[in-house]
């Protein structure tokens, strides 16, 4: 995790615009501890990815074994990070255990509704939909970007290339990591992830 990220993203605690700091050290951990300079709410980073939602005690704890598996999963998993999930758990001890679901796990019900979900399925399985995408941008360079629902990276490489920096956020860590491990392939700008729930932008 790089220290621009603060530039862009902010305390997700309701009603507070704080900024972001490390708690421990100057420099953003890959697995450590973020605290709020305004309201002093703490948010992990595990395998260098910031978790900024508005209850993160709640959230690691319900989420803690799909953490773990996600972060082994992409080789991100370390004893620190371990230490961090567990004393972020340890704090909502009666959070009931979840698993990250897939983005597209409540279809809708046979009618034109699913119909014109499959449609819109079929436009973005297809290889122009990124080119199509870019091209309303009208071969602007973009400045920081902040990608919400990421999806597998497809359309995070073409960005890369129309950006100076690149932030791909989905509230599932699993999503996140899978889009920066994609996007990150080759030359382009750098990219950084981060799990989100509200849009915790820094104003």
């Known amino acids: ?14 009603g507070c615009s704080g900024k972001l700091r490390p708690a421990a050290g100057a420099e953003p951990p890959r697995d450590g501890v973020l605290r709020c ?13 910031p978790i900024l939602v508005p209850a993160p005690d709640e959230w690691v704890a319900a989420y803690r074994e799909a953490i773990v598996s996600s972060l082994a999963e992409s080789r991100r998993l370390t004893r620190a990070g371990q230490r961090v999930i567990d004393s972020f758990a340890k704090r909502a001890p009666r959070a009931e ?8 796990a409540h279809a809708a019900a046979p009618g034109p509704d699913a119909e014109a979900f499959d449609a ?13 995408l870019l091209s309303m941008l009208g071969g ?8 919400l629902g990421p999806g597998a990276g497809s359309l995070s490489r073409h960005l890369r290339h129309h950006s ?11 999503a996140t990591l899978r889009a920066l491990t994609t996007s990150s392939r080759g030359k ?3 990219v950084e992830g981060a799990v989100v729930d509200a849009i915790p932008f820094e104003r």
């Open 1 to 14: 995790m790089k220290s621009w990220v603060f530039d862009v993203l902010g305390c997700a605690a309701p």
């Open 37 to 49: 300079r305004k309201c002093k709410t703490e948010y992990p980073v595990l395998g260098g990815i």
């Open 97 to 104: 255990p979840l698993r990250f679901g897939g983005d597209f």
């Open 120 to 132: 819109f399925l079929e436009t973005a399985a297809s290889e122009a939909l990124p080119e199509r």
């Open 140 to 147: 602007r360079n973009l400045g920081t970007v902040l990608e």
């Open 164 to 174: 100076k920096r690149l932030i791909v956020a989905d509230i599932s860590l699993r």
């Open 188 to 190: 382009g700008a750098p």
